[in-house]
């Protein structure tokens, strides 16, 4: 590895190694013999994880006479008034909702805020209520950022050591909500008010959080006012925690916004490692083809997702049991049934070239095939 970096392959998805010696700007797969432009050579945040060294040199040195109550609240009005006679309507919004966007790059998007507003329940329920890596809005347990006091080499690791794990589960938080919700959360000990206020994100029972969420605060003691920096690796659950900080429509939204309608929305991407790994025991796309769902047959557990489970492409309905694996092409007629009950539902699929007596599904499954198949140029009945 030390002579080369890997890549992916943007068609097939297989791994190939490029010589770092290369000045070539096209490469061709030699898997699926595709042609696509070679990504430039930087760190691949999916593969490589963000340590605290990496970050603390990215936020760059600080000043240590810098006074950490640089945003002033009291001065925001005036600040924003003086904003929008010189630059308009959505400068001043920027400034007014009293949060930044201070760096956007490969590694996330970097926030910065008044530490006050961690006071602020509306705000503190602001991440958005999906897995903060595979974006799934099913089996989410609430994790407390940790603001460090520093974001320095260790000091976030200490913060995070002292701690200890601030976890609820899916159970106790099931329906919480604004202050309720926060009111079931831990509080973060071994910390200086507001940064033990509970500020929660959300991960599922499949992915983990490394290096996916970071925070620091620094405050002065004299005054009481501080700021706080907080970085979200999933640009998409950036731009949705933004919206929801009431940053929509400003200049950091829409720079924001072109970044993550610039990623390529690669589904494939976005599935837990273990799950990819299992899926790829059965299922190779061919040459152009993209991944449009992967639906999990739920007669098997969460942690044996990608066993067995239905996968639509723009090419191929493909359904995987350990017994059977089945295939339709795109404008092959489908007639599919849906019994529903006790919170899930039973599929049937009766095609020409595939036939599925029984498969489980749950209501986040249901939802996945039917927008799915909308997408799709399938001919699909309903029964």
Partial sequence: MADGRVISCPHCHAELLVPRSTRAVQGRCPTCHADFPLPPEEPDPRQDLVTDATIADWLGPRDEDEAPDAVDESALTDVAEGVHRELGDTHAQTVR?????????????????????LQNTVFRCAMPRRCLHCGTTSHLQAHVIVFGSRFTRDMSLKAEHSAGRLVASERDIAGLEGEALLERLPHVPNVDPPADLPMPYWLCDMCTGAGEIKGEIETNPATGRGRCRLLIRNLRRAEEFLVAAGGNKTIDHRQLRRRVEAMDDNLWDT????????????????KGERLIAFVPDRDHARTEDGVAGLILS???LIHHTSYRHSEASVGTPLEMRLAFGQGKATLQINASDCNVKRMCLDREGVRTLRSALSESDFHVAWR
Avoid: K
Wanted: charged residues 30%; aromatic residues 10%; contains cysteine.
């Fill in 271 to 286: 599935l837990p490692l273990a799950v990819r790994h299992r899926i790829e025991q059965w299922f190779r796309p061919h």
């Fill in 97 to 117: 909702c009293q949060i930044r966007l201070v760096r956007l790059d490969a590694h996330g998007a970097l926030f910065e805020f008044p530490a006050s507003r």
């Fill in 314 to 316: 723009n090419r191929r």
